[in-house]
């Protein structure tokens, strides 16, 4: 059996005249590659595989890349955005809860602040220091309380789990 190859311009190229491992290098004008050159070949008259060479591989790994950037900075920019509003949200909550603090520290100074007032403001410190270390991922302390965010414990009746990032040795809990 003879060893087959053709070879010319792509509008020449007729994959169902070609015979079962045979190959055709196309030299000029096919679209389908970017120097309008490729080679071919033929598992059976008319079905046919391009085969890409390293040249045409790292061109196709560019054009992907190409095409995919706006994907992934529009991915990035919408992560940040919800991200900047949900700091915003916190922000703003915090404001506000600093702001009531202020009024019932000088209701406090003045001797005006109920029982009421003092509950109300401790209640709303540990949301805002809950919701604090939830999106910070921190575990944090305040005035005799931990506050654990809901990815590294949980509770359940009279019983706190933790991740496994924290340790425990004696009397001692590392939180992490």
Known sequence: MA???RRGAYVNFNPAKLMPGEWAV???GDS???DGKAAYICFAAGDVKRVATYEDM??????AVDQNNGAIIKEITDAANKASQQASGAASRADAAANQALQIAN???LGSAGISDMAALKQQNA????RL???SGEFIYSDGTVYCPSSKATASG???TFASSCTASGSTLALA
């Open 26 to 28: 196309v030299v000029s």
């Open 127 to 130: 949301q805002l220091f809950q």
């Open 133 to 135: 270390a939830n999106l």
């Open 58 to 63: 790292v061109d196709n790994v560019h054009d």
């Open 3 to 5: 060893i087959q190859m």
């Open 158 to 160: 009279d019983t706190i």
């Open 107 to 109: 209701s406090v100074a």
């Open 32 to 34: 389908n590659a970017k």
